[in-house]
């Protein structure tokens, strides 16, 4: 059963940047589409940006576009999440998940996606 981890989160100003990292031990992640959601207090987990098998293609949420960058290593079976100039808004508990599959991108909904990580907090304050 493909187990991920998620690391990066903290405590950061508004404006500032974390990089996520998404790491799944004892696994390869090149069979596998990713994608990074995140869930806020009393509000359903959504999807903040995928990335298919390959890297070619990926998505993100209008929210989220313009600041978040998402990327994979395959080679050290890493996908990253950078996000810059972040806001109170973006305070969420970080997940990744993947589904397995081909080299076609996914919807980036939560169910569409198999396997979860436990999470990693980001919250962003004055």
């Known amino acids: 059963q493909l187990q991920l981890v998620e690391s990066g989160g903290g405590l950061v100003q508004p404006g500032g940047s974390l990089r996520l990292s998404c790491a799944a031990p004892g696994f390869t992640l090149d069979e596998y589409a990713i994608g990074w959601f995140r869930q806020a207090p009393g509000k359903e987990r959504e999807g903040v940006s995928c990335?298919?098998?390959?890297?070619?293609?990926?998505s993100y949420a209008d929210s989220v576009q313009g600041r978040f960058t998402i990327s994979r290593d395959n080679a050290n079976n890493k996908v990253y999440l950078q996000m810059n100039s972040l806001k109170t808004e973006d305070t969420a508990i970080y997940y990744c998940?993947?589904?397995?599959?081909?080299?076609?991108?996914?919807?980036?909904?939560?169910?569409?996606?198999?396997?979860w990580g436990q999470g990693t907090q980001v919250t962003v304050s004055a």
């Open positions: 998940a993947a589904k397995y599959g081909n080299d076609v991108l996914p919807l980036c909904v939560v169910n569409e996606y198999d396997y």
């Open positions: 990335i298919s098998i390959s890297g070619g293609s990926t």
